[in-house]
């Protein structure tokens, strides 16, 4: 975010342009991607703009009017942006019928903006398709964060969905479907989707990082019920971490160490519906969201230094 302070003298009179002129010149010379606030003020005074002049013409005219201009812009470097890419579990709205995105109260453990572009329902492969990669890699700035973790949605289906991964943990996997209409299509692996997404986010100089799924509303073992294990997509998750040389977040172990902890009668009671064990309620979203902030501490990202002290807090250790 930028930030500037103009102070603009004429002989004690107050003398100064609409402020939202001189924010939208500003802003254009500077190509900021968010707004400027400014205030315009004289000794002891404090003004919100008023008049329609553009700062190039308060400048050009001001030795006419004999107007002693005095300005002084404080810019303040404009704050990295964490942009979130994932599917319902992460997105604001989650499944629908109450429930909620993690990627919602995450905002709050942080101190930089956030963008949540989750969208429910899709895939690594069909938010690859979609643009949808494309249109944060055409965002990001150097120095953004873009998180990622995708896997509900991956899995196979008969006829074509449009969402699944080609099966198997490597970049060059392939696989060919059949959708609906009979039409043959070429899908890639997993890896594939999200690695092309990686190196994209970084030639833009931002910093990607990928997690595991978040593990659905349901236990093992019936004497002391702990959350059923991961499946491939945590693998895969990892795998690309790997080989791209990202952080990764094991997500999954995260949330299942906070669920483990409370019980599965809490854990069911509180933070899902009886319908759906999958989206979470608004309340298991802060938890979930708690449960990725913990990964994030105990990783190496540059990021965990923008947790604030809400973050600070989250439960549990490190894994």
Wanted: charged fraction near 15%; charge should be positive; include cysteine.
């Amino acid at each position: 975010m930028y930030h500037a302070r103009f102070f603009l003298f004429n002989g004690g009179h107050k003398c100064f342009a609409c402020l939202s002129r001189i924010k939208r010149f500003v802003t254009n010379c500077l190509r900021a991607r968010s707004p400027i606030h400014l205030t315009a003020s004289r000794p002891g005074v404090q003004f919100k703009g008023c008049s329609k002049l553009a700062l190039r013409r308060i400048l050009r005219t001001a030795p006419a009017m004999k107007v002693f201009v005095c300005l002084f812009v404080a810019l303040k470097v404009a704050a990295q942006t964490i942009y979130l890419a994932g599917d319902s579990t992460m997105a604001v709205g989650g499944g629908g019928s109450g429930t909620q995105g993690w990627g919602v109260p995450f905002a709050s453990f942080v101190n930089i903006p956030v963008v949540n572009d989750g969208v429910a329902g899709t895939s690594a492969r069909s938010y690859s398709d979609q643009g949808r990669f494309n249109t944060i890699v055409n965002l990001v700035r150097p120095g953004d964060f873009v998180i990622i973790e995708f896997g509900h949605n991956d899995a196979a289906a008969n006829p074509d969905n449009g969402k699944q991964d080609a099966v198997g943990d490597g970049y060059n996997i392939t696989s060919t479907v059949t959708a609906a209409n009979g039409t043959q299509i070429l899908i890639h692996s997993f890896h594939f989707y999200i690695e092309n997404a990686v190196n994209a986010i970084k030639a833009k100089g931002a910093i990607p990082i990928i997690a595991s799924l978040t593990p659905d509303n349901i236990w093992t073992n019936a004497t002391t019920p702990v959350i059923a294990a991961g499946g491939r997509f945590v693998t895969y998750a990892h795998t690309v971490s790997v080989d791209t040389s990202i952080v990764y977040v094991d997500h999954f172990s995260y949330v299942a160490q906070n669920y483990n902890k409370l019980g599965k009668s809490f854990v069911s009671a509180n933070y899902y519906t009886t319908a759906d064990h999958l989206h979470t309620l608004p309340a298991g979203a802060t938890n979930v969201a708690q449960a990725f902030v913990r990964g994030l501490l105990c990783s190496t990202s540059t990021l965990k230094s923008h947790v604030n002290a809400a973050g600070q807090a989250a439960p549990n250790g490190c894994l």
